[in-house]
């Protein structure tokens, strides 16, 4: 959700009206006090600026508060708030004249010296204090009289609570207690409010974990409507922080009470300028029910932003109602996409080109087109990123690299590309940092590489990090599910069936179809035949299945034809045959390289188990380099099993050498098996390893290998019992 729609749906750049405060005039007193100093120390300077800026951008203080500030050990200031509070106590005796004094004094420090030996005036008037003070001075001179005096009436109780400490000997007891509860109630100025909410609402869309906490930033927001309860802008940054906390009704109704204050009047000069807060409201509202998947709903109020956009020609609003189009319909998407890609670039809309080519390069990859061609669209992305500084987009590109890499197959490339975009959010150049969904979405990747490799401690800090980083929605739906994939994934290799399933459909909740597959692993690891098929069913019957999980389904049902009827096979593995033919087509006519690896090794195994171990073997050396370049720990250990398989069946000569070598070699093979299962703690096929192993050594008459896998057996067998047959007979 991007803020800019809101600063696009205002005609005009509304400043809040600056109002005088004491706490301005104590503010102001003492940058005059400061800068009539002669001598100041460096330390002095330097602490000077720092809570200057601090002053003038936090809202008002209770006198008590800001000399607390001013005495604190945290600064070097003490003199000038001695100075402070004595000038205080003069305007307190003067009155309206004080006042009316002042203001004179502050010109006159702005002015150029008399004095030829002083170059330059006591305070630049371009400086950030000179711009300050001339705002302070511009808002005096418009008062009226009758102003001024109410100003100094509301200056008296603000002294009041050092004057009678001092001068009348009150105790800090009920009396003053009362008097200093007058005064704490927050008051925010328009220009520290204005900057406060640019701050925050930045902090949520780069760097989230450097926005105030939602309950505090929720009393912030508060704060700032009892002080102006007609400020949208505080509403807008309300309805961005029950985003980030999934508050449906609470982003609603903020979302009201923003574009409520943002109405246009009577006097506007146009109808255009009538309808324009209204259509950007529709555009917002179609965010928002998109953001919570209401598709139908976000689908209605887009076609009414649409609809006003073209009745007044907005072209602007028109490409931003485009893009969310895009992201909600399901049809005719690549058609849209070059449109508005073509319109966006007439109309010079930077973000928009960029963030429409990202989306090109996915809807390209998904349609089947060439990835050298992908690529190059996301090349010209980058080179608008880089030239416009859109930070955000950057790493939504890397992000996007990193998932096509991973949907072609290459594993290491996606990895690159994820260290690559977090490398670009971490260094010195912290102001260039961007923590958004991608980043997440980065973080996770390293995590789910490591559960790959075995490194399980390794995956849980990093998703503790991830946790750390991004507590919030959406960024937080990224890391929940990576988390229960971990534990699913573990509990599988444990073979702890029931907390297996108890976490498969756990993921439901996020992800549906994934939690079907993961159900239906468990189903097939179980043995329960008649609901796994319920499961291929069901997902056979979801909508706009991509391609990946095309293939993903079919490899599924091909074990699942073979398991059922092992090991006659029969019909069944002519079926799976068949089944996983078509699986390779899908897989090399949609690029997907590592897929087609590893339905060739399914196919392979097949042909092995049907007696066709040539076949089998040509197979197994096609598809193994592209597994053990960019497969995990399990899908290594499975090939190197069944190359040494493969290799045993091709050799049933009677030639003793021949016979001999196969075996050493097979040996080799099912000894890197064992060391890829025993690091990823799947014991059950370390189990299977050693059985096969111990076979391999007696025929080779190493009769203390031999003992040596048993006894290994025997010991994990007490320790983790075998709970299913499958796994020795299944790639």
Same mark, same amino acid.
């Given at each position: 959700?991007?803020?800019?729609?809101?600063?696009?749906?205002?005609?005009?750049?509304?400043?809040?009206?600056?109002?005088?405060?004491?706490?301005?005039?104590?503010?102001?007193?003492?940058?005059?006090?400061?800068? #009539?100093?002669?001598?100041?120390?460096?330390?002095?300077?330097?602490?000077? !600026?720092?809570?200057?800026?601090?002053?003038?951008?936090?809202?008002?203080?209770?006198?008590?508060?800001?000399?607390?500030?001013? /005495?604190?050990?945290?600064?070097?200031?003490?003199?000038?708030?001695?100075?402070?509070?004595?000038?205080?106590?003069?305007?307190?005796?003067?009155?309206?004249?004080?006042?009316?004094?002042?203001?004179?004094?502050?010109?006159?420090?702005?002015?150029?010296?008399?004095?030829? !030996?002083?170059? /330059?005036?006591?305070?630049?008037?371009?400086?950030?204090?000179?711009?300050?003070?001339?705002?302070?001075?511009?808002?005096?001179?418009?008062?009226?009289?009758?102003?001024?005096?109410? =100003?100094?009436?509301?200056?008296?109780?603000?002294?009041?609570?050092?004057?009678?400490?001092?001068?009348?000997?009150?105790?800090?007891?009920?009396?003053?207690?009362?008097?200093?509860?007058?005064?704490?109630?927050?008051?925010?100025?328009?220009?520290?409010?204005?900057?406060?909410?640019?701050?925050?609402?930045?902090?949520?869309?780069?760097?989230?974990?450097?926005?105030?906490?939602?309950?505090?930033?929720?009393?912030?927001?508060?704060?700032?409507?009892?002080?102006?309860?007609?400020?949208?802008?505080?509403?807008?940054?309300?309805?961005?922080? !029950?985003?980030?906390?999934?508050?449906?009704?609470?982003?609603?109704?903020?979302?009201?009470?923003?574009?409520?204050?943002?109405?246009?009047?009577?006097?506007?000069?146009?109808?255009?300028?009538?309808?324009?807060?209204?259509?950007?409201?529709?555009? #917002? =509202?179609?965010?928002?029910?998109?953001?919570?998947?209401?598709?139908?709903?976000?689908?209605?109020?887009?076609?009414?932003?649409?609809?006003?956009?073209?009745?007044?020609?907005?072209?602007?609003?028109?490409? /931003?109602?485009?893009?969310?189009?895009? /992201?909600?319909?399901?049809?005719?998407?690549?058609?849209?996409?070059?449109?508005?890609?073509?319109?966006?670039?007439?109309?010079?809309?930077?973000?928009?080109?960029?963030?429409?080519?990202?989306?090109?390069?996915?809807?390209?990859?998904?349609?089947?087109?060439?990835?050298?061609?992908?690529?190059?669209?996301?090349?010209?992305?980058?080179?608008?990123?880089?030239?416009?500084?859109?930070?955000?987009?950057?790493?939504?590109?890397?992000?996007?690299?990193?998932?096509?890499?991973?949907?072609?197959?290459?594993?290491?490339?996606?990895?690159?590309?994820?260290?690559?975009?977090?490398?670009?959010?971490?260094?010195?150049?912290?102001?260039?940092?961007?923590?958004?969904?991608?980043?997440?979405?980065?973080?996770?990747?390293?995590?789910?590489?490591?559960?790959?490799?075995?490194?399980?401690?390794?995956?849980?800090?990093?998703?503790?990090?991830?946790?750390?980083?991004?507590?919030?929605?959406?960024?937080?739906?990224?890391?929940?599910?990576?988390?229960?994939?971990?534990?699913?994934?573990?509990?599988?290799?444990?073979?702890?069936?029931?907390?297996?399933?108890?976490?498969?459909?756990?993921?439901?909740?996020?992800?549906?179809?994934?939690?079907?597959?993961?159900?239906?692993?468990?189903?097939?690891?179980?043995?329960?035949?008649?609901?796994?098929?319920?499961?291929?069913?069901?997902?056979?019957?979801?909508?706009?299945?991509?391609?990946?999980?095309?293939?993903?389904?079919?490899?599924?049902?091909?074990?699942?034809?073979?398991?059922?009827?092992?090991?006659?096979?029969?019909?069944?593995?002519? #079926?799976?045959?068949?089944?996983?033919?078509?699986?390779?087509?899908?897989?090399?006519?949609?690029?997907?390289?590592?897929?087609?690896?590893?339905?060739?090794?399914?196919?392979?195994?097949?042909?092995?188990?049907?007696?066709?171990?040539?076949?089998?073997?040509?197979?197994?050396?096609?598809?193994?380099?592209?597994?053990?370049?960019?497969?995990?720990?399990?899908?290594?250990?499975?090939?190197?099993?069944?190359?040494?398989?493969?290799?045993?069946?091709?050799?049933?000569?009677?030639?003793?050498?021949?016979?001999?070598?196969?075996?050493?070699?097979?040996?080799?093979?099912?000894?890197?098996?064992?060391?890829?299962? #025993?690091?990823?703690?799947?014991?059950?096929?370390?189990?299977?390893?050693?059985?096969?192993?111990?076979?391999?050594?007696?025929?080779?008459?190493?009769?203390?290998?031999?003992?040596?896998?048993?006894?290994?057996?025997?010991?994990?067998?007490?320790?983790?019992?075998?709970?299913?047959?499958?796994?020795?007979?299944?790639?």
């Amino acid at each position: 959700m991007n803020k800019d729609l809101l600063n696009i749906g205002t005609n005009v750049k509304k400043c809040q009206k600056e109002t005088l405060t004491p706490y301005k005039i104590a503010v102001v007193m003492l940058i005059r006090e400061y800068c #009539n100093e002669p001598t100041k120390a460096i330390i002095e300077r330097r602490d000077f !600026c720092v809570l200057a800026l601090k002053l003038i951008q936090s809202p008002d203080l209770d006198f008590r508060n800001l000399l607390n500030l001013l /005495h604190s050990e945290e600064y070097v200031l003490q003199r000038f708030a001695q100075q402070l509070e004595v000038k205080l106590d003069e305007l307190y005796h003067k009155g309206v004249e004080g006042l009316l004094d002042l203001s004179e004094s502050l010109m006159r420090l702005m002015d150029t010296p008399l004095d030829h !030996c002083v170059a /330059h005036p006591a305070l630049n008037k371009n400086s950030v204090l000179g711009l300050y003070t001339r705002r302070i001075i511009i808002s005096f001179e418009k008062l009226t009289f009758h102003q001024v005096v109410a =100003l100094y009436e509301s200056f008296k109780p603000y002294w009041q609570v050092l004057y009678k400490m001092e001068n009348l000997g009150l105790s800090m007891g009920h009396k003053m207690d009362e008097l200093l509860d007058n005064q704490n109630d927050v008051v925010w100025g328009g220009r520290q409010a204005e900057l406060l909410v640019a701050q925050q609402a930045l902090a949520l869309q780069t760097d989230e974990h450097k926005a105030l906490p939602p309950a505090e930033l929720q009393a912030l927001v508060k704060e700032l409507l009892n002080c102006s309860p007609y400020y949208a802008e505080a509403h807008y940054l309300s309805y961005l922080n !029950c985003l980030r906390v999934n508050e449906y009704c609470g982003a609603v109704d903020s979302l009201y009470h923003c574009f409520d204050r943002l109405a246009p009047l009577d006097n506007r000069a146009t109808s255009e300028d009538r309808t324009r807060t209204f259509r950007y409201a529709a555009l #917002n =509202l179609a965010a928002l029910h998109a953001q919570f998947g209401h598709k139908k709903v976000a689908l209605a109020a887009l076609k009414e932003a649409i609809m006003m956009a073209q009745e007044s020609g907005d072209n602007i609003c028109l490409q /931003h109602a485009h893009s969310w189009m895009y /992201h909600l319909i399901d049809d005719r998407k690549g058609q849209l996409i070059d449109r508005s890609v073509d319109k966006a670039s007439m109309l010079v809309i930077t973000h928009t080109i960029s963030l429409r080519l990202i989306a090109s390069a996915h809807y390209s990859a998904i349609e089947a087109k060439s990835p050298p061609q992908v690529f190059e669209t996301l090349v010209k992305s980058d080179v608008l990123n880089c030239q416009h500084s859109m930070i955000d987009l950057m790493s939504m590109s890397y992000a996007e690299k990193a998932a096509l890499w991973a949907y072609y197959g290459k594993t290491k490339m996606s990895s690159l590309c994820s260290q690559l975009l977090l490398l670009h959010n971490s260094g010195d150049k912290k102001q260039q940092m961007f923590n958004g969904s991608s980043t997440c979405q980065a973080v996770v990747n390293v995590a789910n590489i490591f559960v790959e490799l075995g490194e399980y401690i390794l995956a849980e800090v990093v998703l503790d990090h991830a946790k750390e980083r991004f507590p919030n929605e959406p960024s937080s739906k990224i890391w929940m599910i990576s988390e229960q994939m971990h534990k699913f994934t573990r509990t599988m290799r444990h073979e702890k069936w029931s907390e297996a399933e108890a976490i498969a459909k756990q993921i439901s909740s996020i992800d549906p179809l994934e939690s079907k597959f993961r159900q239906a692993e468990v189903s097939f690891a179980k043995g329960d035949f008649p609901r796994i098929m319920e499961l291929i069913d069901s997902i056979e019957k979801t909508k706009n299945l991509n391609p990946q999980n095309q293939v993903r389904l079919m490899i599924l049902s091909s074990q699942v034809m073979c398991s059922s009827r092992f090991p006659g096979l029969g019909t069944t593995g002519t #079926n799976a045959l068949a089944l996983l033919n078509t699986a390779v087509e899908i897989a090399t006519s949609k690029h997907l390289s590592y897929q087609q690896a590893i339905i060739k090794m399914n196919l392979a195994n097949i042909q092995l188990v049907m007696g066709m171990p040539s076949q089998a073997m040509k197979l197994v050396n096609d598809a193994i380099i592209p597994v053990l370049s960019h497969g995990g720990c399990l899908d290594q250990g499975r090939a190197f099993v069944l190359y040494a398989k493969c290799l045993l069946a091709t050799t049933v000569s009677s030639i003793t050498d021949d016979r001999k070598s196969a075996l050493e070699n097979a040996v080799k093979s099912l000894r890197k098996a064992k060391d890829h299962f #025993n690091k990823i703690e799947a014991f059950s096929r370390v189990k299977n390893v050693l059985y096969l192993l111990s076979i391999l050594y007696h025929e080779l008459d190493s009769k203390a290998e031999r003992n040596q896998c048993a006894f290994e057996y025997r010991q994990l067998d007490m320790q983790f019992p075998t709970k299913s047959d499958s796994n020795i007979t299944m790639y």
